[in-house]
């Protein structure tokens, strides 16, 4: 049974990066972005440094020991109260219907903030190429114009 036909490449990547035994090192060569994104009530810190402990536990820190170059990782901005902002899709009559949009008031927030995320990874990647260089100062860039807007 051939795995390719149920993921995609960059899942398959993700997937035996992670089934690698843990003492085990590996080297990602080229830029290859990962974004990380949020499950519902979650907050961003929670893959940076989650419960307030050490960052060495984080999902951020266990990428780059696989590998990843710090400035090859994004993480949706999202805090834990931007989560209200689901029940803006009460006030959706779709949505009392069974045709609620994913881009409509419940959600429409954090798929923009995903795609935001998503082109500034990929822009990044254009920059950098596939030589693996980083440009710390482009993603710093990019991440002040969110911010200011």
């Known amino acids: ?3 390719s036909h149920l993921l995609p490449p960059s899942s398959l990547l993700l997937l035996l990066l992670f089934l690698v035994a843990p ?4 080297i990602v060569t080229g830029f290859c972005p990962v974004v990380i994104c949020p499950g519902f009530g979650n907050d961003m ?3 940076q440094e989650p419960l307030k402990q050490p960052r060495e536990v984080g999902l951020v820190a266990a ?9 090859q990782i994004y993480i949706v901005p999202v805090k834990r109260l931007d989560w ?3 029940a803006g899709g009460l006030m959706d009559p779709n949505f ?4 609620a949009l994913p881009t409509g008031g419940g959600y ?3 798929l923009r903030r995903l795609k935001e995320t998503v082109d500034m990874a990929y822009e990044n990647q254009e920059v950098n190429g596939d030589d693996g260089n980083s440009n710390n100062n482009n993603k710093k ?4 114009e969110r911010k200011e807007s």
């Open 96 to 99: 009392y219907i069974n045709r």
């Open 45 to 47: 810190i929670d893959y």
């Open 84 to 86: 209200v902002r689901v």
């Open 1 to 3: 049974m051939k795995f």
């Open 63 to 71: 990428l780059e020991r696989r590998g990843f170059d710090s400035d």
């Open 23 to 26: 003492g085990a090192v590996v």
């Open 141 to 144: 860039k990019n991440e002040k």
């Open 108 to 110: 429409g927030w954090y």
